[in-house]
């Protein structure tokens, strides 16, 4: 089974509506990864949280990790369709030196 | 000028031929990963490496091999292309981890290399 589980796999929203995509571990993390993939394109880092009860925001999007460090949540607030694509949360994990596991993406479409 | 670059970008190739997949990075980054992307599996680890001399298997190396050529290069290979290689393949760099808390190792990831194997 994957060691990281994003939920849900996919998400149609209608534009301004807010959204939240999961990203839960079986084991604890040393640090949590937020990537968006346009269609087809690379990823870009969106913010990583390391501490246990860690929120971070940038413009719209609001990252948090609980205080068990072992799932964390994405907030999109008032979509856009500039938001949409295929959201990766990664996981560095204690002594893996930098190596990232990811989880297996949420798909997110925003309507007019 | 993009920081990581990948050649080809897409590449359709028939099963049995060797195919070489290119990573070049102008970031000053020691640590240099390869990555497939297939659909419902996400993003899975083929090699990496911390620097040159380094060079390490992920959870699917099987059927691949890489060469770190320089600093700022490295490629993947497949030495008998098949079917079931088809998929989406990133270079991703990142830069040596300090090690203390509050440190961390954001990935820059290349375009893409798009693979098909008919």
């Known amino acids: 089974s994957q060691e990281l589980e994003q939920s849900p796999q996919s998400l149609i929203v209608q534009e301004g509506k807010n959204l939240t995509i999961n990203c839960t571990s079986s084991?604890?993390?040393?640090?949590l990864y937020w990537y968006k993939q346009k269609y087809g394109e690379g990823l870009i880092f969106l913010m990583m949280l390391q501490k246990g009860g860690e929120e971070k925001s940038h413009e719209k999007i609001t990252a948090k990790l609980d205080e068990k460090k072992q799932q964390s949540s994405l907030h999109i607030t008032a979509s856009q369709p500039s938001h949409a694509g295929i959201y990766l949360c990664g996981a560095e994990r204690t002594g893996t030196a930098s190596k990232l596991t990811f989880g297996t993406g949420t798909r997110l479409q925003v309507t007019l | 000028d993009a920081d990581v670059t990948q050649t080809p970008r897409n590449r359709i190739t028939k099963t049995g031929k060797r195919i070489m997949l290119e990573c070049s990075q102008t970031k000053g980054h020691d640590r240099m990963y390869w990555y497939r992307q297939d659909p419902g599996l996400g993003l899975r680890l083929i090699y990496y490496?911390?620097?040159?001399?380094?060079?390490n298997k992920g959870e699917i190396s099987d059927g691949y091999s890489v060469s770190r050529q320089a600093q700022a290069k490295f490629s993947l290979s497949l030495e008998s292309a098949i079917p079931n290689q088809t998929a989406l393949y990133f270079c991703?760099?990142?830069?040596?981890?300090?090690?203390?808390?509050?440190?961390?190792?954001?990935?820059?990831f290349g375009p893409g290399t798009r693979l098909t194997v008919l």
């Open positions: 084991k604890t993390l040393y640090g």
């Open positions: 490496s911390f620097d040159v001399k380094d060079i």
């Open positions: 991703a760099t990142s830069d040596r981890a300090s090690g203390s808390v509050g440190s961390y190792n954001e990935q820059f």
